[in-house]
């Protein structure tokens, strides 16, 4: 399978940084034999830019890692993906575990991750 892990550094971070948690699931994915890619935004994107981007990939599956200020962000790409690729959307993170029901009631999101992945 082929995933597509998206991370919204808006609101986070003031420079680059390398993220831990990310990093482990990349990890781990192509360890169980997936092939991944990972796309990084440090600002808000335009739907036609960010919908060419993930297409561009041409996943099977599309992972957002979200902290709580970056959601707003994960549920607009989200609903792009849903309404222009219509892909199955995977969310995790800080947020999806502190607040998993919460998260799940935006229907885009086929699949939760609560704690480490």
Same mark, same amino acid.
């Given at each position: /399978?082929?995933?597509?892990?998206i991370y919204s550094n808006h609101e986070t971070y003031l420079s680059?940084?390398? @993220?831990?948690?990310?990093?482990?699931?990349?990890?781990?994915?192509?360890r169980a034999g997936h092939r991944t890619d990972l796309l990084v935004?440090?600002?808000?994107?335009?739907?036609?830019? +960010?919908? !060419?981007?993930?297409?561009?990939?041409?996943?099977?599956?599309?992972? +957002?890692?979200?902290?709580?200020?970056?959601?707003?962000?994960?549920?607009?790409? !989200?609903?792009?993906?849903?309404?222009?690729?219509?892909?199955?959307l995977m969310v995790g993170g800080v947020h999806a575990t502190l607040?998993?029901?919460?998260? /799940?009631? @935006?229907?885009?999101?086929?699949?939760?991750?609560?704690?480490?992945?």
């Open positions: /399978m082929k995933i597509l892990i680059p940084h390398y @993220h831990h948690g990310i990093a482990y699931v990349i990890a781990s994915l192509k935004y440090d600002c808000p994107v335009q739907r036609e830019t +960010f919908i !060419s981007d993930v297409k561009s990939y041409a996943p099977d599956l599309v992972g +957002f890692s979200v902290a709580t200020n970056q959601y707003k962000y994960a549920r607009r790409y !989200s609903e792009w993906i849903k309404t222009d690729a219509g892909l199955p607040a998993p029901h919460r998260v /799940m009631e @935006h229907p885009a999101w086929d699949y939760l991750i609560v704690g480490e992945a």
